[in-house]
């Protein structure tokens, strides 16, 4: 026979639960600052990072000068990030933001550009679907069952 016995030998007195309590309280402002603080820092890193992508992807369909703005930007929002400040980081993202817009509107062009016509697509969809409906209205189904007989 085995057995396990599991015994609190220090159990917390109300008067240190308290204090626990007291002291999540007193930090639950600076450790919402922080939260909010590292979801701005992961939200910069992700437009940072998607920036470059764009710029390496598209960045020679834009100007030059413009290139340089969306560089320069960039760089500007990674030293933003090395630092604490929460709203000096939204700032520096929302500059990375207008300045990159030019950057955008190449990267919707060609995705547009890879898609065929839509309106082609939807003549043919309905084309094809009017085929489809008034071909399984002319099918009679009859759902049987059939049995293999053996010839001898």
């Not at 240190?16 to 910069?44: S, T």
């Not at 020679?60 to 500007?76: L, R």
Request: charged letters at 40%; a negative charge.
């Amino acid at each position: 026979e085995q057995s396990i016995k599991i015994s609190a030998p220090d159990k917390l007195s109300k008067e240190d639960i308290e204090k626990m309590v007291k002291e999540a309280e007193q930090y639950a402002e600076d450790d919402k600052k922080r939260k909010e603080l590292v979801e701005v820092r992961n939200q910069a890193d992700q437009l940072v990072y998607a920036t470059q992508k764009s710029l390496t992807d598209f960045g020679d369909k834009i100007e030059a000068s413009e290139k340089e703005n969306i560089e320069k930007q960039i760089t500007e929002t990674q030293e933003a990030l090395k630092t604490d400040d929460a709203d000096k980081i939204k700032a520096a993202m929302e500059a990375l933001s207008k300045v990159s817009h030019k950057l955008a509107e190449e990267a919707y062009k060609k995705a547009q550009a890879e898609q065929p016509n839509p309106q082609e697509g939807q003549a043919a969809d309905a084309t094809g679907g009017n085929e489809q409906a008034s071909a399984s209205k002319q099918d009679d189904v009859v759902d049987a069952e059939f049995k293999a007989e053996d010839d001898k």
